[in-house]
């Protein structure tokens, strides 16, 4: 059965750090993409950062450039987010998505990250 499954939130404060993780099984699930996602409350779901398991390239969303780095072990498809000088509008849960090479795509549940001012 595949599944994706983060961990790593918490409550931090304002200029504090974090690290997220997610990992996507089984192992031997080839996967393309792997992504981070977040939704505040109140509001609809945004893409925080993806990375090509292949070729390792990444892209972000403009709001964390520079702050968060999107990392990975493709062996252990495991997916990584550091995030940096967080910011209460940070606070979200934050999804791990998988898509794989041969089609579909998978959510975790997700993790709560606060931020306080």
């Known amino acids: 059965q595949e599944q994706v499954v983060e961990s790593g939130g918490g409550l931090v404060e304002a200029g504090g750090s974090l690290r997220l993780s997610c990992v996507a099984s089984?192992?031997?699930?080839?996967?393309?993409?792997m992504a981070w996602f977040r939704q505040a409350p109140g509001k609809e779901r945004e893409f925080v950062a993806r990375?090509?398991?292949?070729?390792?390239?990444?892209n972000y969303a403009d709001s964390v450039k520079g702050r968060f780095t999107i990392d990975k072990d493709s062996a252990e498809n495991t997916l990584f987010l550091d995030m940096k000088t967080l910011k209460p509008g940070d606070t979200a849960i934050y999804s791990c998505?998988?898509?794989?090479?041969?089609?579909?795509?998978?959510w975790g549940q997700g993790t709560q990250v606060t931020v306080s001012s």
């Open positions: 998505y998988a898509k794989p090479i041969f089609g579909g795509e998978y």
């Open positions: 089984p192992r031997s699930l080839s996967l393309h993409d």
């Open positions: 990375i090509n398991m292949i070729s390792g390239s990444t």
